[in-house]
Structures are given as C-alpha cells and as structure tokens.
C-alpha cells in the first residue's frame, strides 16, 4: 500500500526508469493518441494497443501504466529493474500472476510531470477515495493558475498533487490538503517520482487544517459536483446544491495575503432566466478580493447529471435521483467555471466573461492582464480613459466571414479571440471593426473618436460612448494594451489609489 515509504530512493529511480524510456506528454500522444490514462475505455485501449512492439521498454511502459494491460514480468523488468518491480509489488502498485504483471496504478503525463494516479476500468466501480488523473479538470486549474514568484502555496484537495507539484517551480513553500490520505500518499509518491521536493502534506477537511494561515497563491479543484451522493471524495462534497463551491470561494478569500491570488473551479446553480454571473457575484461581493469568473458552460440538470454519473453502475436509477434531487432544491439550470481571486485593499473590482472552451496553454500572462487593466480602469474616469493611447495586443486574431452579394463580399460576422491564454470572443459591429483599425497606439482614443464619421442616428457623443464601451471590453479582457505601459511584474498596480468602483459583464 502507498505510505510513508512512498519516498523511498526506488520510487525517484522508477520516475527515472519512465524518462529514460521517453515517457513523457509528448510519446503518449505519439503512441496512443492521448497523453491520459486509457483505462477506462477499452476499445480506445485496444486501438493503442495495437499500435505498440514487444520488447519496446517505452511501449511495455505504456501498456502497463497507461492502458492497464498486464504485461510479462521479464519485459517489466527489462524496461524498469527487478528491484524496481519488487518494491512496485511491495506498495501494491502491481500485482502479479505466474509470469505476468498486472498493474494498479496509472500514469500521465504533463508538462514535465509524471502523475500515478489510480486506475478507472469501465464497468469497474471507482473506489470511494479514489485518487483522480489528469482529466479535463486538473488541466484547466493548471492552465488558469497565476504563475507569480510566490512564497507559500495552499494547494486545497490536491489529490493526485498535479497542482502541488506545478506550483514547486515558482514557489518556495507548497501545503497540500485533503480528506483523503491516500490523496497525500499519491501526492508525496509523485514528488519522489519526479524528483522534487516533497509538499507539505495536511488531512483535513477543506481550510480546517490550515487555521488563520494565508497564502500567496491557492488553487483548488474541490468535488464542485452539484451531487446528492457522497460516496466518491473526488466528485461528491456531501454539502446540499453549490455550498461546496461557494464556501471555498469565500474561504480561499479569506485566507489569501495582499496580492495574492486565488484559482477555484466551481459549478454553481441558477435559475433558468437568471444571468449566470450573479450567484457568483453574490458569492465574491464583499471578500476584500477583484474577481474574475469565468463559465466554461451552462446545463440543463438531465445533461449535467448524465456527464457525472456515465459510469455508474445503475445509470437509470441514479438518473432519476440526482434529477429528483435537483428538483427538490428547484435546481433549474447549473454552470461550470472557475473563480479568479486577487486580494487587494481598497473598491474592489467584478468581471465576468464567458469561455469558448477550455484552456489548454498557460493562461498566467493573459490572467495578468485582465488583472491589470481591470484595476486601471476601475481608478480612471471616461475623460482619462479617452485620453490613452491604445494599440492591439498581439495575444488574438480577427475573424471574419463574408457573403458574396453583388459582386462584391459583405461582411457576416467579426469578431476578436484569443490566440492562447484564457479563450475569449468578443464581437465587433461595424463601428467596433472601424474603431479597431485605427488604435494604433499613437492618437488618443478622442482623437480617433472624433475622425470616426458617426453611422446613421448618431451623435459624436455617441460615438464617443460607444468608443469608451468597446475599448473598456477589449482592454480589460487583454485584447487591448496602453502605449507605454507594461504589466506590472506581480500584477499589482497602485493598490491604494480607488477613484471609482467599475464592473463590467461581459457574456
Ligand atoms: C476533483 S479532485 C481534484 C484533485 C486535484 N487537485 C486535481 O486537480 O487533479 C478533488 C479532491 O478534493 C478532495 N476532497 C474532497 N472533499 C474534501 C474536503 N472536504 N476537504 C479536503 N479535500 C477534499 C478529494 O479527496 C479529491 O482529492
């Protein structure tokens, strides 16, 4: 079983084994087409399978810890040594028939990290305290994380410690938590896997263990799950509707030292006609921190509940009792997002915007932005904000699609995303597109204002409203940069100076 002797010099040497045969994010995707444990899907498993040699240290590897295919013992230990693969049987990490070598743990990869993790096998039942791989979710925590020079990290339900074990790089001190202690067993294995300093581990539920500690950085990917169960620790939190979620949120804030931030993911309800922001906006208000929220997605309860429960044994039953469930609470409608916390002193700030997707690349510098220009604004009045000098960030495209009418194209469609960073549309009308061509960082935004010649109906205040509407948007969700000005390096701008409070929601 995993324990303390998951630190043992053998475990770093399997993690060198696993290197050394070149298993890494990039190999899996190679071999197999996905860089995360295939366990759980047995024709996808039986694809990739095919696809690898006998004898291949790199290919017996995958097989074992990513398609969880016995393998035989001679090629195990050709691949990682015999003493590695006593000690893998010694913490029941395989086990073993005859000659053969079944594994129980699962690896992924990514970035430079190896993950174990346990194993999911469709038709199997998941373990109460089973310990999660690298899914969707850990990812886009990940990608969503302020990456600043920090002193001390709060990773919160760390699981398999994925976020931990990111936050090493650009922190001096890391605390993971959870309730699960095979959670901090994986957690401290995993470092030793990579070779990196073990975490500080804590077993507690959620800011239990952490009394009136504060940190310059949390994360977390709590169960934010909307779920009436409370058998898996991973998904179900036990607390009625989005407590979860919004205890965390509220917590982490409190727990945070000036300047620090905060990355949750959450899953909140709403009502049907309800905006999505505003149960969020109820949850950030007076927490001392600008907030920044982010949907990845909206749901009705039949689709939500299908997602979160697609592997149960008795799918039908259980189907009927979380919608039993949701309806009982008048749960009409839920999303999935994340939470952006930054303390500071001060008329705090709100923004919302909705994601196109989820984030796959390092969203930390374009995260810096958004904080940075929502702060400028939030202390510039519209005369200062006409007098800047905007310019296109680089960070994004324009789309465009036209139709052809006599002769000639007009335009259907523009608009403004992201090129990496946190993905972002923006839509432009005609008077945006116009607007947009010409903020080239060397006139004023009134000056350009005032060339524009104003469409049908409008005033040149108007024009000027309407151009302080659209900047405001592009600027303070980083499409837009000021000429002349740079991020501040920890993403803090003149923390005492609050003319006045601006919130825009965008959706
Ligand atoms: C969705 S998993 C996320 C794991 C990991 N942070 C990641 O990103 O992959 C949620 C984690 O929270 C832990 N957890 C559940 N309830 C908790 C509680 N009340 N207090 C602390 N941790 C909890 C679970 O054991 C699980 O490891």
């Known amino acids: 079983m995993l324990g303390s002797d998951v630190s043992h010099p053998l475990v770093s ?21 996905t860089s995360s444990s295939l366990m759980h899907d047995p024709r996808g498993s039986e694809v990739a399978r095919q696809r690898l040699a006998a004898g291949n240290a790199l290919h017996t590897l995958i097989k074992a810890f990513c398609l969880g295919i016995p393998v035989p013992r001679n090629e195990l230990t050709h691949a990682v040594g015999a003493a590695t693969v006593d000690y ?5 990490l395989v086990t073993w028939e005859q000659d053969t070598l079944i594994p129980l743990v699962a690896i992924d990869a990514a970035q430079d990290l ?5 194993p999911a096998r469709r038709g ?6 089973h310990v999660i791989g690298l899914g969707p979710a850990p990812r886009t925590l990940a990608a969503l994380t302020v990456r600043l020079k920090a002193r001390r990290v709060l ?7 994925i976020q931990a074990l990111l936050a090493l790089n650009h922190c001096d001190e890391v605390v993971a938590t959870d309730i699960n202690p095979r959670a901090l067993a994986y957690t401290r294995f995993n470092a030793a896997l990579n070779r990196l300093a073990i975490p500080m581990t804590r077993q507690g539920n959620l800011f239990e263990p952490l009394a009136e500690e504060a940190f310059d950085l949390i994360v977390a990917n709590p169960p934010y799950v909307l779920s009436p169960d409370s058998r898996l620790r991973f998904r179900d939190s036990g607390m009625a509707g989005d407590e979860l979620s919004r205890t965390v949120v509220r917590e982490a804030a409190r727990h945070l030292t000036d300047g620090g931030f905060a990355s949750i993911l959450v899953s909140w309800a709403h009502g049907e006609g309800e905006a999505w922001q505003a149960p969020l906006a109820s949850w950030v208000r007076g927490v001392g921190c600008d907030a920044l929220l982010l949907r990845f997605r909206t749901y ?23 919608l039993g469930y949701y309806d009982g609470l008048g749960i009409r409608a839920m999303s999935s997002g994340a939470v952006i916390l930054r303390r500071r002193s001060g008329v705090n700030w709100m923004r919302s915007a909705q994601m196109l997707s989820t984030p796959i690349q390092d969203a930390s510098q374009h995260l810096l932005r958004i904080f940075d220009a929502s702060s400028r604004l939030s202390r510039m009045t ?13 960070s994004h495209r324009i789309h465009r699609t036209g139709i052809s009418r006599g002769g000639s194209y007009v335009v259907e469609e ?22 947009l061509e010409r903020l080239d960082g060397n006139r004023s935004l009134r000056t350009l204002a005032s060339q524009l010649t104003p469409t049908r109906g409008m005033t040149a205040g108007d024009v000027a409203r309407s151009a302080v509407q659209l900047v405001t948007q592009l600027f303070a969700l980083g499409f837009l940069e000021i000429d002349g000005s740079a991020v501040d390096p920890r993403g803090i701008v003149d923390i005492d100076v609050d003319r006045r409070e601006r919130s825009l929601v965008t959706s």
């Open 88 to 92: 893998l049987v010694r913490l029941a």
């Open 382 to 394: 519209d005369i200062e904000l006409l007098e800047q000098r905007f310019r296109p960030h680089p």
């Open 114 to 118: 190896l993950i174990a993790h346990d």
């Open 155 to 161: 990773d919160l339900g760390t699981g398999s410690g």
């Open 13 to 33: 040497q399997f993690g060198d084994a696993l290197r050394r045969a070149g298993y890494s994010e990039a190999s899996l995707r190679q071999a197999v087409g």
């Open 414 to 435: 523009q608009y403004l995303e992201t090129i990496g960073g946190v993905p972002i549309r923006v839509s432009l009308g005609e008077f945006g597109a116009r607007l």
């Open 124 to 129: 199997e039942p998941l373990m109460g305290d």
């Open 300 to 322: 009705d309860p039949v689709t939500y509940a299908s997602l979160w429960i697609k592997e149960e044994p008795e799918f039908a039953e259980t189907l009927d009792r979380w």
